[in-house]
Structures are given as C-alpha cells and as structure tokens.
C-alpha cells in the first residue's frame, strides 16, 4: 500500500509556475480533493498533511529543501513512521514524456533527476514507486535546466493539469495496494471524441445505373 505521497519541486513564489514543480501541483490537487491542509513540519524539512483515502491513512509532503536536497526530507518522514519504500510514491516531472502523458513504475534509474538522485542516496533504495507527469524536451541537453525552470505556455499548462486531475482519480487503488488498477486509470487518457459520420457515397453500381426503361419505347 502506498503510505506517503511525495511532489517534487522548489519552494518560493519564483518557482511556483515552473515545470520543475509539477509534482508541487499535483500534491495541491489532491490535498483540495481529501480536504488535507499542508503545514511547515521543520523536523522533515517539508509541507506535510495526513489525509485519509477510504478510511487509509496517508501522508502528503512537499519537501522544501530544494530539488537537489529532496531524500533528506522524504528519508526523514519515512524513517520516523517506519514507511518502506515500496510505501512510497514520489510525483515528479518528466522530460521524456509530453504534456499530457502521465506514467507509474517502480524502481529504476534517476535519469539524472536531481530529486530522484537525492531520494535514492538517502533512503538506500531505488523500490519506491514513481508517478512521472510528462513536461516535454527541449530538444538539447544543454537547453535541459532553462527549459524545466520556465513556465509552461498555457497549452502544456492545461495538458498537465488534465493529466495531474487524471492521475489523482488513482487514489484509492494506490492506498489499497491495487497498482495493476492503478496504472490503468494512469495510463490510459481520455477517449477522442467520436468523429461525425461521413456523408453516404454512392456504390459504382448505383452510380452507373440509368433511368428506368420506359416500357413503352420500342
């Protein structure tokens, strides 16, 4: 079962909007949705609420020590209640998924994820699961750390939130331990609306076919 939700991102109003903090938004969305109201708890460096998610406890965290610094808060936390990290799901962006697309694993590499990295040295272990919310590439390497402190246009602004409002109805199959349900919800996207029927055509029989023979003629 997954105990503890964790959003990545940086603290500050200057890094507020930036698509580095997605995993910010997405801990706000579901702190609105279970009614939770995150506060400062300086013993685990972060913004922390405990929700409930039918009748399962869980823990919200925010950890504000920065992207690079986010294993010391969530380690923290976790140790102190005794959380595994296979109990663990951290949100986070993702540069090699679009807008839109969200994903969930576990383990794996950090990809050179600044937050996953730190995550990784400070709890020992790379089994805690991973929800990733598609940001897109720049294209360049180089290019990787102006893109992800920008603020998304508001296309791509509006194609994550409909992923993080897609993502967030997981909920209950996370806290219940029902990742095969859960990844499904994830995974799969909003059905394309349905095309409008195409006019009717004419078969090359009907098409070919004259006026009826007058009975008469001849």
């Known amino acids: 079962m997954i105990k503890l939700l ?8 200057e890094y507020e909007s930036t698509r580095h903090n997605a995993g910010f938004w997405w801990i706000d969305a579901v702190a609105r949705a279970l009614g939770a109201h995150l506060a400062l708890e300086r013993g685990f460096h972060g913004l922390v609420a405990r929700a409930s998610v039918q009748g399962r406890g869980v823990w919200l965290l925010q950890p504000q020590t920065f992207m690079n610094l986010s294993g010391r808060s969530v380690a923290a936390l976790a140790r102190f209640y005794k ?3 296979e109990e663990i799901l951290v949100v ?9 697309q969200a994903k969930l694993k576990q383990g794996g590499g950090h990809a ?27 294209g360049a390497k180089s290019e990787v750390v102006g893109w992800v402190l920008k603020k998304p246009p508001l296309d791509d602004r509006i194609a994550i939130d409909q992923a993080i409002d897609r993502s967030a109805t997981a909920l209950a199959p996370l806290s219940a331990g029902d990742m095969a349900q859960a990844t499904l ?3 799969t996207a909003k059905p394309p609306r349905p095309k409008p029927p195409r006019p009717a055509v004419a078969t090359p029989a009907t098409a070919s076919a004259g006026p009826p ?4 003629a001849g």
């Open 213 to 216: 023979a007058d009975p008469s």
């Open 185 to 187: 919800l994830i995974h």
């Open 83 to 85: 959380i595994a990290p």
């Open 112 to 138: 050179g994820h600044n937050g996953l990295r730190d995550i990784h040295a400070q709890l020992g272990s790379a089994d805690y699961w991973r929800l990733r919310l598609g940001i897109g590439h720049p």
């Open 6 to 13: 964790v959003g990545l991102g940086n603290p500050g109003p």
């Open 92 to 100: 986070h962006d993702e540069l090699d998924l679009p807008p839109g």
